[in-house]
């Protein structure tokens, strides 16, 4: 079976009934549970949970205190390469925006590695855009094999791969996996995903669990939110960790809420996902998946990031930039613009503020 | 009179282990030691960050305690061995606590690779403490395998619901000759004394004293209760254990006819 089935079972399913069907009681009955069901989680997307807020947060800070403690994982991304085939609509790298494509050396990746380093970030997430041209599987392994000297950890957002090209890349060092699935529906993936081998839904939603089989520890999935109707879109990301958790035993799940961010494009967000819809997300994904991860980005703000760290948020990223060599050179195009621009010493100081702890290794190549 | 926790050679006067994983910084551990008086202190390899100066916990427990680093990410005995050895080359010292799991949604051990794990280690002079489901055949073979200690869980980590695996764990304390650490679960200072009444050699606790609104004080707490409950059970609680001195007090007179 695969993630795909499960996604079946809801295709059909009608949302707005639900949502219509569910009252307070329904809500508060549903934060009290200690195990919720995929449709308790669903409740809790619902316009009628809005109202809740505050107690789902009250318990999805708690929950997050006992299974994670006061510690927050840094990360930062580096950008290896910017040439893609593809035509996503929403981003800044795709192949009919006119921009410098580039790919580091490996002397390039070197040197960033030591600049990141220097921050005492251990962790790294390596990203490039889709061409096997241009970024081919032994590229990304000569890259990991350099950044290995310098880091404790290194994760992948790349095209999706073959279950052995995974493994090929878990062999050469590789313990994590980012991939977004950026929209559930498959219509509207369809349409956002006009041409380029992107455009095989199936080949990219099957693709963690690929990398599951392949030996990587831990999994990082999304909905790109702004792509389409939210509420259903977070839905399906927390059945895809769900999912993912239960297949796997041994893997550590997490998800992003990545939310659209100007870009090189001019293609604007179908759906504005306000402050207040982000914060349900994250709280009904803690209340459903206790033991999950979830992962923030710079793509927000620092005033945001600052508020949303005790709702159940595990991982930041920090110091990051989403250009290539963007670190060595400043001037080099984005994928899309960052919001929270705080170096890492700024980010240890907010986090030790906060009653945090800074945690810059969660995990060292065996 | 002395009633030291003796494991791989090492007295102990505390029979109070702490977990270090969930502090706001590492440099809450040596107060959280010094309030408790526990003497063992137990912090996952994956974490150990020798560069960031703040919270590298080797520099930050104090001499007179022991850390015991513990195999926390191994999904096989294999890498729990890995990892143990890491530790121990990084300057950690001989004692590892073995934690095997390979079901990230209830952290719950598995077994049978943690037998594994602690078979390779012990040989290699390891003192071993596995992290375990309290099996009473399991806590058998890793006996057999050369555990210094077995640490059945009380609860699933972090889950602060007490001693809900309690007559599993008595068993184990009746039947295995090696202590019985309850690990996890513990979320109350009344329970920890409740596993030493009933004979536990000692308990760790993380998440309790971590998650306090006063970590300090809650680890002073816990300290009161672990040598409260076992001053209960050196004293021979419960209606069973009244005559514990005197072979059959009740019915001895029988043997003078
Ligand atoms: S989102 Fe990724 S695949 Fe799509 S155009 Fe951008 S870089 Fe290429």
Redesign the pocket.
Known sequence: MSFFEKYRQYQDFAFADYFRSLGDGDIQRIIQKDRLSELDYLALLSPAAEAHLEEMARRAHGLTVRHFGRSILLYTPIYLA?H?????V??????H?AIPRTRLTLEEVAAEAQLIAATGLKHVLI?????RKHSPVSYIKDCVGVLKKYFSSIGIEI?PLEEEEYRELVDAGVDGLTLYQ?VYHPAVYDRL?PA?P?KNYAFRLDAPERACRAGVRTVNVGALLGLHDWRSEAFFTGLHASYLQNKYGHLEVSISPPRMRPHGGDFEPVEKVRDKNLVQYILAYRLFMPRGGISLSTRESAFLRDHLLPLGITKMSAGSCTAVGGRCQPEAAS?FAISDERDVPAMVDMLYRQGYQPVFKDWQTL | MKDDLVIGGRPLTSRLFLGSGKFPSNRFIPKVLEASGAQVVTVAMRRVDTDFAEENVLQLIPKECLLMPNTSGARTAQEAVRIARLGRAAGCGDWVKIEVISDNKYLLPDNYETIKATEILAAEGFVVLPYMSPDLMAARELARAGAAAVMPLGAPIGSNRGLKTKELIRILIEEISLPVIVDAGIGRPSEAAEAMEMGAAAVLVNTAIASARDPVAMARAFGLAVAAGRAAYLAGTGATQQYASASSPLTGFLREE
């Open positions: 910017n893609c085939v593809n035509r996503c929403y981003c800044g790298f795709a192949v925006n990203l490039t855009g889709e061409s095209y950026e995903h380029g992107k994928q």
